[in-house]
């Protein structure tokens, strides 16, 4: 594979920016990140990709299972989400699931041979609650949670 030199096309300071290009960094300064944010955005499009395909395969598409564990009716009034109690929408609501579903839905994920990545959603206090009756059932049964 051959690396294209941004260098020809980019400021100095975004150049230097992606001096080394494909290299995770941790160290940007503020003028680097300046010159990101100043440079036309099909050209900082360009230039991510160009450091993605370093990276990664550009044909592959990583695959990830998601699961709700609570579905509507949530307590929680953020503005972006149609979940919450604060709106009205057609969602169904469901109750939070128990652990033992939870963990037989992740069993199940894990045996897809697609899924790279799997994930839970639900609102922040829902999350704990969930964690408490995990941390419960695997005391009363002297397990580990």
Same mark, same amino acid.
């Given at each position: 594979m051959s690396v294209v030199s941004l260098d020809s096309f980019a400021s100095p300071a975004a150049s230097g920016a992606f001096q080394a290009l494909g290299s995770v960094r941790h160290d940007w300064t503020r003028e #680097?990140?300046? =010159?990101?944010?100043a440079l036309p955005f099909p050209e900082l499009i360009f230039q991510a990709q160009t450091v993605h395909r370093i990276n990664f395969d550009p044909t592959q598409v990583q695959i990830s299972t998601l699961l709700s564990i609570k579905t509507g009716g949530c307590p929680e009034d953020c503005a972006y989400c149609p979940q919450s109690s604060a709106y009205e929408t057609d969602l169904k609501a469901s109750k939070l699931?128990? !652990?033992?579903? !939870?963990? $037989? #839905?992740? =069993? &199940? $994920? %894990? +045996?897809?041979?697609? $899924? %790279? +990545?799997?994930? !839970? $959603? &639900? &609102?922040?206090?829902?999350? =704990? %609650?969930?964690?408490?009756q995990s941390r419960a059932e695997a005391d009363a049964?002297? +397990?580990?949670?």
């Open positions: #680097e990140i300046r =010159a990101l944010f699931m128990d !652990v033992e579903t !939870v963990l $037989a #839905e992740a =069993a &199940a $994920a %894990k +045996q897809d041979a697609e $899924a %790279k +990545q799997g994930e !839970v $959603a &639900a &609102a922040k206090r829902e999350m =704990a %609650k969930l964690s408490e049964g002297g +397990q580990e949670s």
